[in-house]
């Protein structure tokens, strides 16, 4: 398993002790958020700092795998196994970690972990795992797009879309789009191609950003976590925010 010192099944030495029972701290947010900045700003301010493996390594371990026997790089493919993972284990993501047992020696005990997404996974953990806290990161979803355009990370693929000559209606036909963004919003989308963007690339981080809102929404997350104690919930938004000034609320907060 690539998931080191952690594994699902029940401690097996002194050393080892649920995750569901240690005092985690959860960076809860979509992609595009500013969650690996956050964290890269953490460790640049305390080195110390243990991150557990990321969503992508225990989604691929312990939801895609198992029921794929492969591994799987499309996104839209990847929501939709996730999405059977949660019909079978109500709270998704959140209910992966919780069973995850760690070995303390090597990881410690305030440990880090990025993260979920949705109103489901969070209510779930806050539910069952009373000793998780929560870090929402927010961002405006157009912004996410701009973010995602301007990152070399691998992980952002989808089998390529075709374009036509009308890149603001091949967005507007975009499955979800209308629910997810304005009029304005797709045509400042569509502006993005004079600046030198693709726009196959424009189109696919778009659609990355409309089928993961279909799957996790992110203002329902947050509307949540209002709800709990200032001590277990804190929210921040990474437009408003430096990732320095990011990392100086969490340090402040925790």
């Known amino acids: 398993m ?11 030495t002194p050393y080892e002790l649920p995750l569901a029972q240690l005092p985690l701290t959860v ?21 110390g700092v243990r991150v557990l493996p990321d969503r992508r390594a225990l989604t691929d371990e312990v939801m895609i795998l198992p029921r ?3 591994p799987v790089t499309d996104r839209a493919e990847r929501f939709r ?11 998704g993501m959140a209910h992966a970690l919780g069973t995850l047992s760690a070995d303390t020696r090597h990881w ?3 440990l880090l972990f990025d993260g979920l997404r949705g109103r489901e996974e969070v209510a779930y953990a806050a539910e069952h795992f009373p000793a998780w806290r929560f870090v929402a990161l927010l961002a405006p979803d157009a912004v996410r797009v701009r973010r995602l355009l301007g990152r070399a990370d691998a992980f952002d693929r989808l089998d390529r879309p075709s374009t036509s000559s009308d890149l603001r209606a091949d967005l507007a036909a975009l499955p979800g789009a209308a629910q997810v963004f304005t009029a304005s919003e797709l045509s400042g989308l569509a502006a993005l191609e004079a600046e030198g963007f693709a726009p196959e690339d424009i189109l696919a981080k778009t659609r990355i950003v409309v089928t993961e809102r279909q799957h996790y929404d992110p203002d329902a997350a947050a509307a949540f976590l209002r709800t709990l104690p200032p ?4 929210i921040l938004n990474t437009v408003a925010l430096s ?12």
């Open 231 to 234: 001590r277990r919930a804190l």
């Open 27 to 47: 960076l809860v947010g979509v992609t595009g958020v500013g969650k690996s900045t956050a964290l890269a700003a953490l460790r640049a301010a305390d080195p």
């Open 108 to 110: 410690g005990t305030q």
């Open 243 to 254: 990732p320095a000034e990011v990392a100086a609320a969490i340090r402040e907060w925790a």
């Open 2 to 12: 690539a998931l080191p010192h952690l594994h699902t099944s029940s401690p097996q």
């Open 81 to 91: 196994l996730t999405a059977l993972y949660r019909e079978e284990h109500p709270g």
């Open 68 to 70: 794929a026997g492969r």
